[in-house]
């Protein structure tokens, strides 16, 4: 039987346009729809301290004004390796419709009014569960590092990524308060000190936004375990089914 011989060669004028395709591609990714560069971040949902750490610093400073509705308390034991009574006394301070404290089973819901929301802000702040999804990480992480001191807003404070944002830069006790130095607003200087250095700042950043990818698809986490068995069993099966085929072959010539 003649052989069938597969060149995994191409000719180098192929391969090179295939990479420079690979690249753009890539690059593409990077960019916020009105072609502002996003800032890449690491993300690494394996990583429970710093999902700890992200679920921690977005109910201290997220949680009231933003939801996160889709998303349940009691899937941090398993996902985040969280004892249900650290969930209970360190996350949940919430309390029902009837004055008794949100349980642990329940949907991460907080008490802010839409119409007192509209007066204070204009609009209400939206819910975050899927926000990694339809911003994606990249845009979240550069929009939390872009807010700088504007006085002509309400809140002092405006967001090179998204102008004219109706939100206050919550986190400026961590970040500090920055302002531009040239019209482009490329660079900036610190006017107000926060808790942490520039790289302590990001390093938080990146544990919010790790968190935030989570809560936007918690599924990944078990897909990406059980992924990793389905592939090797893929694997493994192959090598028998090919051992198999030449058995049954091998006299036919
Ligand atoms: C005081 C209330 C308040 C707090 C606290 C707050 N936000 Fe916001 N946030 C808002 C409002 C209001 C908007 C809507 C702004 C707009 O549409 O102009 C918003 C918008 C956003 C958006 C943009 C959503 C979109 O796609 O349009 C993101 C992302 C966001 N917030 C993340 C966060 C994170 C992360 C934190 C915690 C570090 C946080 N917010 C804390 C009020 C708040």
């Not at 060149?7 to 180098?12: I, N, Q």
């Not at 400026?172 to 520039?198: A, H, L, R």
Request: net charge positive; proline share 5%; charged share 20%.
């Amino acid at each position: 039987m003649k052989k069938l011989k597969i060149s995994l060669t191409g000719s180098p004028c192929m391969i090179k346009q295939l990479f420079f395709f690979i690249v753009i591609i890539s690059s593409n990714l990077l960019f916020a729809a009105d072609g502002t560069t996003l800032k890449p971040v690491l993300i690494d949902l394996n990583n429970k301290a710093s999902l700890q750490r992200g679920a921690q610093i977005y109910i201290n400073n997220c949680f009231g004004c933003h939801t996160l509705k889709y998303q349940r308390y009691v899937k941090f034991v398993d996902h985040l390796s969280l004892p249900k009574e650290t969930i209970e006394n360190n996350l949940i301070f919430t309390t029902d419709k009837n004055g008794e404290k949100t349980k642990i089973g329940s949907l991460m819901l907080n008490a802010v009014h839409p119409t007192s929301s509209k007066e204070a802000f204009g609009v209400m702040p939206p819910d975050l569960t899927l926000i990694a999804r339809s911003r994606g990480p990249e845009w979240l992480y550069t929009f939390l590092i872009s807010f700088y001191k504007d006085e002509s807003r309400p809140y002092g404070v405006n967001n090179t990524l998204y102008p004219n944002v109706n939100m206050p830069h919550v986190l400026w006790w961590m970040e500090g308060v920055k302002q531009p130095i040239n019209n482009e607003k490329t660079d900036f200087e610190y006017v107000i000190n926060g808790s942490m250095s520039d790289k302590e700042y990001k390093k938080s950043i990146t544990d919010l936004v790790n968190f935030l990818t989570y809560v936007s698809e918690p599924a990944q986490l078990d897909r990406y375990r059980i992924g990793f068995w389905v592939i090797l069993f893929l694997l493994l099966f192959s090598f028998i089914a090919f051992l198999l085929k030449s058995e049954y072959w091998k006299d036919v010539k």
